[in-house]
């Protein structure tokens, strides 16, 4: 089945300074979401991409739809403390048909150091 | 816009004993529901999936049993608990129409003690 790889497993981070992070993935994907979970919480959708080479901006973040169709990356700008958590990058597998299951990354936890 | 709401949002329950966790979701019909379980705050297994009324798909074997009696609806069981049930446990749904995107409910966290 599709797998996506997300890098990294663990950020820490200056409170002021921008984040990457990453999923790829041996297989093509048709959309790329990424969703932001805080403790305690269910995952929260923060940006979709339908498009190859598809670059969407939400307020300090910014992610990407790879050329490939098999990457996709997240930033965020000017970290701020409430932006710890963790990040899913996730994609529907292409043979679920009617089903529409999604494939996770593993996630990226996030946090922010004053 | 589609709401997803689960109850109860915290549950502690002794090893042996039922479980019944219940996931409604407002603002859509005919949404593909699912229902995922996050350990240690790390990753998410998907348990269950839901096309529609009464049609359940399982993924992984286990303890745990779903049902969809309603449209919008979708519970999760147990007969009896064991520790390894303890966690979180997310409803999630696709609104009905021609979209991928997944949407979570706020979760429930399980203790089986």
């Known amino acids: 089945g599709q797998q996506l790889n997300q890098s990294p497993q663990s950020m820490f981070i200056q409170e002021g300074e921008d984040v990457s992070m990453n999923c790829t993935s041996s297989?093509?994907?048709?959309?790329w979401l990424w969703y932001k979970q805080d403790p305690g919480e269910g995952p929260v959708l923060l940006i979709a991409l339908y498009k190859a080479g598809e670059l969407t901006s939400n307020g300090r973040l910014t992610a990407q739809f790879g050329i490939t169709r098999k990457d996709s990356f997240l930033n965020i700008s000017a970290s701020i403390p409430s932006d710890v958590g963790i990040y899913f990058c996730a994609g529907p597998q292409i043979s679920s048909g009617s089903a529409r299951q999604l494939t996770f990354g593993s996630g990226t936890q996030l946090t922010v150091l004053p | 816009s589609q709401t997803i709401h689960q109850w109860p949002a915290t549950l502690v329950q002794p090893v042996g004993s039922p479980l019944s966790l219940e996931c409604t979701v407002e603002g859509t019909s005919n949404p593909n529901l699912y229902w995922y379980r996050q350990a240690a705050g790390r990753g998410l297994q998907l348990l269950f999936y839901?096309?529609?009324?009464?049609?359940i798909s399982s993924e992984v074997p286990q303890n745990l049993s779903a049902s969809r009696p309603q449209d919008r609806q979708f519970i999760l069981s147990s007969k009896k608990l064991l520790l390894s049930d303890s966690g979180f446990y997310l409803c999630a749904s696709i609104p009905g129409g021609p979209t991928d995107t997944q949407y979570f409910g706020p979760g429930t966290r399980l203790t089986v003690l």
């Open positions: 297989s093509i994907f048709n959309t």
């Open positions: 839901s096309v529609g009324i009464g049609q």
